[in-house]
């Protein structure tokens, strides 16, 4: 029989696609991957957390562009994926059909009304997915095997809007961020809004969990890592980071309004605000990740 000139273009779109993520994930500015799976013995015993202690989070993922990524991230299993059957055609919803056939994964059309039910926030676009959770990185780990490489990490403390997370670790990610650390308590993890606002960047980067933030911050500055918070009180500001992004460094963003808990701020140092020359005394929390993040970057080039 003749083959169906339409699966041709559907392949070779899908394997184009491949072809591009995987260039991408070659850059050698992208930031370094752990191995969670083949990480040292000194973890496999009960100094390892249990799972049910931790965890990012992660299992259902909504929106288009999210659930394109996971495919194309291939770093967990996805379980199934759910399109809402009055779908309209487009690139992408071609795309992850694509993916999925490719990958063996289950697509289910369902109505639309069964989808938003099952939906956990509020414009899902009429696809969600089902997959195992994002496993962390361990803290320990990536202290030990980055020590070769300067790290650049964002530390996040106190942060519950899951929109400003998610906005965050796209900035994290388009920035080359090596990992972003997050507090197990009083901070949101990955919900559905999380990964759709993050347009797939929780893919892609490496992700601590930590019991205490404060304890966190200074492991990293006994492994050499500087810490650098962004407080709108402080005297310097993010462009007087200079020479010391040449290094290890740690960028610390406090909550919208309360900002960064004593403790942490205590454990920072270096503190410093983005100048405000207008009007408004601070900016949202992930403007100001996006804005110190490219200044690091942009530092570290001029320090070449």
Same mark, same amino acid.
């Given at each position: 029989?003749?083959? #169906?000139?339409?699966?041709?273009?559907?392949?070779?779109?899908?394997? *184009?696609?491949?072809?591009?993520?995987?260039?991408?994930?070659?850059?050698?500015?992208?930031?370094?991957?752990?191995?969670?799976?083949?990480?040292?013995?000194?973890?496999?015993?009960? *100094?390892?957390?249990?799972?049910?202690?931790?965890?990012?989070?992660?299992?259902?993922?909504?929106?288009?562009?999210?659930?394109?990524?996971?495919?194309?991230?291939?770093?967990?299993?996805?379980?199934?994926?759910?399109?809402?059957?009055?779908? !309209?055609?487009?690139?992408?919803?071609?795309?992850?059909?694509?993916? @999925?056939?490719?990958?063996?994964?289950?697509?289910?059309?369902?109505?639309?009304?069964?989808?938003?039910?099952?939906?956990?926030?509020?414009?899902?676009?009429?696809?969600? @997915?089902?997959?195992?959770?994002?496993?962390?990185?361990?803290?320990?780990?990536?202290?030990?095997?980055?020590?070769?490489?300067?790290?650049?990490?964002? @530390?996040?403390?106190?942060?519950? =809007?899951?929109?400003?997370?998610? @906005?965050?670790?796209?900035?994290? =990610?388009?920035?080359?961020?090596?990992?972003?650390?997050?507090?197990?308590?009083?901070?949101?993890?990955?919900?559905?809004?999380?990964?759709?606002?993050?347009?797939?960047?929780?893919?892609?980067?490496?992700?601590?969990?930590?019991?205490?933030?404060?304890?966190?911050?200074?492991?990293?500055?006994?492994?050499?890592?500087?810490?650098?918070?962004?407080?709108?009180?402080?005297?310097?500001?993010?462009?007087?980071?200079?020479?010391?992004?040449?290094?290890?460094?740690?960028?610390?963003?406090?909550? !919208?309004?309360?900002?960064?808990?004593?403790?942490?701020?205590?454990?920072? #140092?270096?503190?410093?605000?983005?100048?405000?020359?207008?009007?408004?005394?601070?900016? *949202?929390?992930?403007?100001?990740?996006?804005?110190?993040?490219? !200044?690091?970057?942009?530092?570290?080039?001029? *320090?070449?």
């Amino acid at each position: 029989m003749p083959k #169906d000139p339409k699966s041709n273009k559907r392949n070779s779109r899908a394997n *184009n696609r491949y072809a591009s993520s995987g260039s991408k994930r070659r850059n050698p500015n992208s930031p370094k991957h752990i191995n969670v799976a083949s990480r040292s013995n000194r973890y496999a015993s009960s *100094n390892r957390p249990s799972q049910k202690e931790h965890g990012l989070g992660g299992e259902q993922i909504e929106g288009r562009q999210a659930v394109r990524e996971l495919l194309l991230g291939q770093r967990r299993k996805i379980r199934e994926i759910w399109i809402a059957s009055d779908i !309209e055609a487009s690139p992408v919803i071609e795309d992850i059909l694509d993916l @999925a056939r490719d990958q063996r994964v289950q697509v289910m059309n369902v109505s639309r009304r069964e989808l938003e039910r099952e939906a956990r926030s509020e414009a899902p676009q009429g696809v969600l @997915a089902k997959a195992d959770s994002i496993e962390e990185t361990l803290l320990a780990d990536l202290l030990v095997e980055s020590r070769d490489t300067p790290l650049l990490l964002v @530390a996040i403390d106190g942060v519950t =809007d899951p929109g400003n997370l998610g @906005a965050i670790l796209r900035c994290c =990610d388009g920035a080359g961020v090596d990992a972003v650390i997050l507090p197990r308590h009083r901070a949101v993890h990955i919900t559905p809004t999380v990964a759709k606002s993050s347009a797939g960047a929780i893919e892609y980067l490496n992700m601590c969990v930590v019991g205490g933030l404060p304890s966190a911050l200074a492991e990293m500055k006994q492994s050499g890592v500087f810490i650098v918070g962004l407080d709108d009180a402080a005297e310097k500001s993010i462009f007087d980071i200079g020479e010391f992004a040449k290094g290890s460094i740690c960028l610390v963003l406090g909550a !919208e309004g309360a900002g960064m808990s004593r403790l942490a701020r205590e454990r920072c #140092d270096l503190l410093v605000n983005i100048p405000m020359l207008g009007s408004l005394s601070s900016l *949202n929390v992930s403007v100001a990740a996006a804005l110190a993040t490219y !200044e690091i970057v942009r530092s570290r080039r001029g *320090n070449e």
